[in-house]
């Protein structure tokens, strides 16, 4: 959360001094708790192996051992579990009627009072009304969103006005290469179509 505050306090004009005692969290060593381990969640996991966290996850369905092994991750079936050990906790679901609101003020409540939460899925899923309670009264440290609803929040949003969240215009993909693969994905399954072949990436497999 000192990211965007610190790099205001760098360019004022007003700066004079840095402080000594403005001091972040580790993330090495810290948990990471991970729901929603499709391929998105499961390379999440992959990166946050290099930083020797450790990872939890809740899933609908369990990961290959092998699978879990290989990135050091701990299968959780009940997300209070995830939800009560993590001192991250990153929401990678699709949205569904299911996962609509799927952190509200229980699930926050279960959260570390030192604890983020980071949402790179759809707005939807949290309950931003509780998380707003939930930032104000500290239940929860901070929160990271990349995604919000609406989007972009009206301007005269509390989540606007709060120090420990950052938010970011739904910029997880925003790269000219992402751009470009994804451009290059949807050409190969319309080509497919129209061949009368396999479509590479089908949603939903007959």
């Given at each position: 959360?000192?990211?965007?505050?610190?790099?205001?306090?760098?360019?004022?004009?007003?700066?004079?001094?840095?402080?000594?005692?403005?001091?972040?969290?580790?993330?090495?060593?810290?948990?990471?708790?991970?729901?929603?381990?499709?391929?998105?969640?499961?390379?999440?996991?992959?990166?946050?192996?290099?930083?020797?966290?450790?990872?939890?996850?809740?899933?609908?369905?369990?990961?290959?051992?092998?699978?879990?092994?290989?990135?050091?991750?701990?299968?959780?079936?009940?997300?209070?579990?995830?939800?009560?050990?993590?001192?991250?906790?990153?929401?990678?679901?699709?949205?569904?009627?299911?996962?609509?609101?799927?952190?509200g003020k229980k699930?926050?409540?279960?959260?570390?009072?030192?604890?983020?939460?980071?949402?790179?899925?759809?707005?939807?899923?949290?309950?931003?009304?509780?998380?707003?309670?939930?930032?104000?009264?500290?239940?929860?440290?901070?929160?990271?969103?990349?995604?919000?609803?609406?989007?972009?929040?009206?301007?005269?949003?509390?989540?606007?006005?709060?120090?420990?969240?950052i938010i970011t215009?739904?910029?997880?993909?925003?790269?000219?290469?992402?751009?470009?693969?994804?451009?290059?994905?949807?050409?190969?399954?319309?080509?497919?179509?129209?061949?009368?072949?396999?479509?590479?990436?089908?949603?939903?497999?007959?």
């Amino acid at each position: 959360m000192y990211l965007h505050t610190g790099c205001q306090i760098t360019v004022s004009p007003d700066t004079k001094s840095f402080a000594v005692d403005w001091l972040g969290v580790e993330v090495t060593r810290a948990t990471l708790g991970i729901i929603g381990m499709g391929s998105i969640g499961y390379k999440v996991a992959q990166r946050a192996r290099a930083f020797n966290m450790r990872i939890l996850y809740h899933n609908r369905n369990r990961r290959r051992k092998e699978e879990e092994e290989a990135v050091g991750a701990h299968y959780c079936a009940k997300m209070e579990d995830l939800l009560q050990q993590s001192d991250f906790v990153m929401l990678v679901v699709n949205l569904t009627p299911e996962t609509h609101k799927l952190i509200g003020k229980k699930e926050l409540g279960l959260m570390k009072h030192t604890a983020t939460l980071i949402n790179i899925s759809r707005g939807a899923v949290i309950d931003q009304d509780a998380l707003v309670e939930a930032l104000q009264n500290k239940v929860i440290r901070a929160a990271a969103l990349d995604v919000t609803y609406p989007e972009p929040l009206p301007r005269d949003h509390p989540l606007l006005t709060l120090n420990s969240i950052i938010i970011t215009p739904h910029i997880g993909t925003a790269t000219v290469q992402a751009i470009r693969m994804m451009a290059e994905e949807a050409i190969a399954n319309m080509l497919a179509v129209l061949n009368g072949q396999p479509i590479p990436s089908e949603v939903f497999p007959k």
